[in-house]
């Protein structure tokens, strides 16, 4: 990292709105949980079939809170909002707050704002996990969890647990070290996932649909596992904040004020891996939530974590169950294909717009 | 409250198989104002690693207030000792005031975050080192020197009865390095802050620290007041350089 003397271009001057919005953190969370409100009811209202949105609110208010509302919608109304798109959407925003965490965390831990949830190999771990699965003769399905789920998790974890150690034996100082560990393990696993897919046969077809990313099979026994596991890990991220609000200025910074590092990269690092895993394991590979929505929300409130952990988390749910609702509207395209149509282009735009440079 | 004491007894310290620092005995009382000088590679910033715990001694203590620095609880040692690097490198994009806040890391709540007297402790952290006008900047936009005044305030933000900086006045121009300067000096006579400074510039040190410690290889060879500490043959011997070139007490103009 080139310390301090890099030459710093002015910025652009930000927008008032945007000023005034920075010392309003508040609004902007209240803003952002309406935000996921309407996602969530558009969310169960669109589709191939649309369904009212005076049924939507009623269904949900007769089967999830108990109202007593009189059943004026056809049963097979209540069926697709009630097994089909209430897990989906409830799925979509839970791997929205995994991935938007993980991402801010990844950022902050590793101190390089181009880290998102993958950056350690959980990606190709992930992928080479389903890819073996798919390829092996049994196929163990019990209420919509399958092999592939347990693989994919496995091989998400296995991939950081083998960067893990593999860089803290490594002489050069510890982020570089994990960083291009993270890169060589990735880059190991994709070969070793290209040879599968290679051999894959008919089975190529499920491997690519899985790697893209999907939605369309979210299930209630999925959300029950999944959203539990995730729940955990990003607990201990957000109850982590004063540590990552440490580690901003180096870990040597760090541990002067008062910081255990060793203890807080572990704990911040396992929990970040955990609910990656869980994510990817549920819904495969979707690429630009991790990396944009902590960077978007940085850019508005600042690096402090207190304020970008629960920001990022809520805008990560609207956001990527805003980006399910895109991709199945015109049939059934992969939703990691449009966060990335989305994200890129708006990323790039953010960045010229602010001229957010980074010393590295 | 008065500064904390800070005594180093027999202190050795190895990088490998080299001995960097031997038998260093040394002893601040509370709110003392003590500059450590040397060449290049004489050991002053390995000695103060040592005192930070950032690096492990081969021998000897290092004692705060009587306790030894290992035995500390991180959080205690944190709001007792503030360290501020020669250059901070700013990871992300933040704004003064977000740098100073992060001085009351060690104080604030783990969970619920920074309380009323962490806020309060911030803006007067900002006051005292004369930044109110940089408060809403970009870290990134300051100069250096501008940036070197954010960090001391984030240190002072920690409110640490002991303050060890290395070469806090590096890459700065004159009058940032007065400023800094000027601004340890207060923080020693009149809050009784506890400061030892790694320096280079032989004359800032002089004029400003009424203690100053000199290294070389290794060794402290020196201790005492600047006229005592550095004398001609002093500097034709540790820095191998003509004693005319620095100007000494003797030889300092008037401020």
Redesign the interface.
Known sequence: ?N????A?R??VARPAWLESMRHRPLVLGLAGLGLVGIVFVAGITLGNVPVAVSDTIAILAHRLLGWPVEVTWAASAETIVMELRLPRVLMAMTVGVALALAGATF??LL???LADPYVLGTASGAALGAAIALMLPIQVALLGFGLLHLFAFGGALAAVAVVYRLSRLGALNSLTSVLLTGYAVGSLLAAGLAMTMYLAGSNLRQIFFYLLGSFSLASWPQVAIGVPIIALGCAVIL?R??SL??L???E??A??????VRRERLLLLGAASLVTAAAVAMSGLIGFVGLVVPHLV?LVV???A?LLLPLAAIYGAAFLALADLAARMPGELPVGVVTAVVGAPFFLYLLRRFR????L | MSGSELEIRGLALDYGARRVLDAIDLRLRGGEMVALLGPNGAGKSSLLRCVTGAARPAAGTVLVDGVPVDEFERGTLARRMAVVPGQTVVGFPMRVEELVALGRVPHEHPLLGPRGADRAAIGAAIERVGIGHLRAREVRELSLGERQLAVLAMAVAQGARLLLLDEPTVHLDLRHQVAVMELLRDLSVRDGVTVLAVLHDVTLASHFAPRLVLLDGGRLIADGPPAEVLTAERIRDVYGVDPALVMTPTSRVPA
Do not use: F, K
């Open positions: 990292m310390a301090g003397v890099a710093t002015p910025a950022q902050g101190r390089n704002p109850s904040a004063r609000n440490g901003l200025l180096g040597e910074t541990a002067h004020l008062g910081i255990d940085r600042g690096p402090n207190r957010a440079g980074y010393e």
